[in-house]
T-cell receptor, first 113, second 110 residues
């Protein structure tokens, strides 16, 4: 079983602070994705990283894929209350499990005004 | 654009009853997934399908069955519901990487 461990599970910060969420695994993934989920809704994709060492930026969000394609991080600069939500990482499997999409347990982020 | 549609949105079952959750997608996606989401557990994969007529087990398949007779539909069945199956169920579909999710089905087993 390919497990994705996210940390921290909860994060409560003040507006303007920076934060980093980590997603780690002992397995190699063909790609890693980050999703954001609002209460009562399904997750929505933020970004996909495919190449080891890849860095992608989406406004104040920076995503990094580890060189060995086993881990990823999400960094938010100058967090805003609108960033509040559940952040989930997900890994696409290859080989005999091709097509399998596994999620981490999520990080609940609360940004206080 | 409908995207991914799940029915029903809410359901209360008695222990031992059976039911089927329906997922329909109109994006011609090959891959479809069923997840359950419990507090503090993220999304756990129940079953998935990489194409019409195929299904595979995920992380927590026990107590559930699935069928993908048509490319656009993925059905999740509970043969004999148990209180441990109380959860929010999400269906998703994807072409390769980005998964699109339905709105979820909140199931309570009493």
């Amino acid at each position: 079983t390919q497990l994705l461990e996210q940390s921290p599970q909860f994060l409560s910060i003040q507006e303007g602070e920076n934060l980093t969420v980590y997603c780690n695994s002992s397995s190699v993934f063909s790609s890693l994705q980050w999703y954001r989920q609002e209460p009562g809704e399904g997750p929505v994709l933020l970004v996909t990283v495919v190449t080891g060492g890849e860095v992608k930026k989406l406004k104040r969000l920076t995503f990094q894929f580890g060189d060995a394609r086993k881990d990823s991080s999400l960094h938010i600069t100058a967090a805003q209350p609108g960033d509040t939500g559940l952040y989930l990482c997900a890994g696409n499997s290859g080989g005999t499990s091709y097509g399998k999409l596994t999620f981490g347990q999520g990080t609940i982020l609360t940004v206080h005004p | 654009n409908a995207g991914v549609t799940q029915t029903p949105k809410f359901r209360v079952l008695k222990t031992g009853q059976s039911m089927t959750l329906l997922c329909a997608q109109d994006m011609n996606h090959e891959y479809m997934y069923w997840y359950r989401q419990d507090p503090g557990m993220g999304l756990r994969l129940i079953h998935y399908s990489v194409g019409e007529g195929t299904t595979a087990k995920g992380e927590v398949p026990d107590g559930y069955n699935v069928s993908r007779l048509k490319k656009q539909n993925f059905l999740l069945g509970l043969e004999s519901a148990a209180p441990s199956q109380t959860s929010v169920y999400f269906c998703a579909s994807s072409f390769w990487q980005e998964a699109f999710f339905g709105q979820g089905t909140r199931l309570t087993v009493v």
